[in-house]
DNA sequence: GCATAAACGAGACGGTACGTCCCGTCTTAGA
DNA sequence: TCTAAGACGGGACGTACCGTCTCGTTTATGC
């Protein structure tokens, strides 16, 4: 069908813009945290004027998720040949991700606010999270394939239970790790962590 | 020997404010949020003025990172009977704090704020996180002396790194599991938790 | 030739703003005083946002100079036929305006204001006392047609040092009467001072 | 009668407190003047506790007004053997007091404070003002008795008049040189000012 | 090629909260 | 009882951003 051509009259809006804001509103956010940010300083590095970041987004909140949601596209599972192998892999990658400032400041900020606000943290669950959860995904296909993961049972319900407490173990300790410990993921730490969940999944299958 | 009477001089502080004031500003932080939190209304609440506030806390973090701190000493590790009940209990228990408004919204608003301030960031983690670790530790020797755990091996620092990976483990996951997630801790997913983690016990400690 | 139009950019400063401004300063003024005028209270009484008057005026003296100058610029010099006639009109005249509680109030509190701000002083001077010198000139003018007065020496500097001279006199008397001896401007009292100044105006103007 | 002897129990208050506080105020005066100085000022200047400031005086305006006020006792009017010199000198010393520092910002700040509030106006009356009148009566009768103006009428309120109307005159005219127009009360000023006012004198006489 | 119409920059607007300063009162301990 | 010290409730200050609202100008499209 192909993209639905809206002919619209008047001057369209600068593609150039939206870019400039989204990149400035990344960079303001490492420099200031969340509370310093401020929408004046963000149009003011876009070379924009405010009224343009309000005709595109309702507020600072939206503005920030948008920023922000990009940058945990680039997480990759290549496959390294063994379960272990590749869950180690996604640990380290998402360490080297979460130890950029932008990343870190972004993911707990908007964490943060969504906590009282039931709209956002929805658009941080669709934008952000859910999309990460292709890697467990084909983990676990890889790892079936290989045989080192029995094939599915009859039960969809109970595999996506285990998809989603792998995906919240990883995701939520080496997010702990960095931001809450303040101590790197670094190989060997990343190794005894693997060891931990691949050796702890058998077990954990039996109860999911 | 003994604690060190200072006598000064002019009016003593009030130690009613403080308890009002800590106690209005997780009242606050719970209806509104960290972003709406203001200090004057912290102050109304309190039936104090405002500049009483600043008399003792430099500025809203100080403020709420104090007012927050206490609420995480309630965790208690009772004797369960076997290392399993043990971490189940305690997953359990963790989870039900998090669940409370004023628990959730003040953790990841303090986290957040704490990415780019390194004063706050270590404030946080003498504060709050530091404490909770004598949970896991606790839990240790209680496994070693039933057995459950073979004894420390002459390798002091072996054991920390171990113990720092348990305790990321399960507050990584269990916070993940609630803010991002979105999803409860119920006595099922406790159950599929504990059995991941203490079966991937001992591949862990001989990786550690 | 002509006024120079500068085209500026953005929204244009809202001259019903300005209008409502000054009226609530000077309405404050009469109720309040100068120490309990504030910045706040004239801004609810104007309609306006406190941030729109720190916009024109940086701070509550520069506002409140405003705000006076306007009223002392109804005296007027009518020609009642003789120097005697014009001089009690404008004692009658300035003693009225004395008498108005906004006048009252705000002359003193600028000039008590003033005496240790240079630049509040020389904005009053301009602003207010300057103005006023023309009713001198206008009345000796008139005076030298009459043939009451000798026209001017060929020394500027004198008339000049003359013109100072009643001008304080008759300033300074009509205000010390009112505002420090606190007694009424009447025509009786106008009547007197009148026949002292004009009686001593020859001697004066040989010593000038 | 003398000293009225209260015999009261505790700790007497201390005369060099009053002393220093009252010094102190003027010395707040001069360099803050009237909108800028604290009571909290006053009292670290003074070594005092702010207490013991109010213990005195019921607020600012109290304090300042009675630090002031023994400012303008030390005008004295010395015979120089003709009318015309006399005033000449007393206009030439009232100069010079107004031109201090601490005597000009009292002044007029404690007159502007008055325009709104009738206790404090009077207290000036008669604290400051007031008392500054025996300077006219004393230089009416040396002039009489010179044989420069004529004996008191039978009118006794006319005389009081006629006193009122010279002393506005000159302190009047003396203040808005001083302060208002903002130049000095030098000799030559002084000669025609003089000139002015005493060959005024005559005509306003018969009309008091 | 000229009218239409939306986007654009600039910046003023009504608001809200900030953190500071000072007021005048109060509560201690000590002289 | 007075004093020094300093905490207290209160209120205004002047600042910084918010998100909205005019302006005059620019830039596409469509008649």
């Known amino acids: 069908m192909g993209p639905i051509l809206v002919t619209r009259t008047g001057r369209p809006r600068s593609a150039d813009a939206d870019r400039a804001i989204l990149a400035a509103t990344r960079q303001a956010l490492v420099e200031l945290g969340w509370g310093k940010l401020t929408m004046g300083d963000v149009a003011a590095r876009a070379g924009v004027a405010k009224t343009t970041l309000y005709r595109r987004w309702a507020n600072k909140n939206e503005l920030v998720v948008d920023a ?5 596209d680039e997480l990759r599972l290549p496959d390294r040949g063994s379960l272990a192998a590749d869950v180690e892999g996604v640990v380290l990658q998402f360490g080297e991700l979460l130890e950029r400032p932008e ?26 999270v859910d999309r990460q959860k292709r890697l467990v995904e084909t983990g676990r296909r890889r790892a079936q394939s290989r045989g080192e993961l029995p094939d599915d049972t009859g039960d969809p319900a109970s595999a996506t239970r285990n998809a989603d407490l792998i995906f919240d173990v990883i995701a939520g300790t080496v997010v702990h790790r960095i931001l809450v410990s303040g101590e790197p993921v670094d190989p ?3 190794h005894a962590f693997t060891a931990l969940l691949v050796g702890g999944l058998p077990a954990a299958m039996t109860h999911a």
Chains 1, 2, 3, 4 share one sequence.
């Open 68 to 72: 922000v949601a990009a940058l945990f």
């Open 103 to 128: 990343t870190k400041t972004a993911l707990m900020a908007v964490v943060a606010e969504s906590t009282h606000d039931p709209g956002l943290r929805s658009r941080i669950r669709h934008a952000i």
């Open 188 to 190: 060997s730490w990343a």
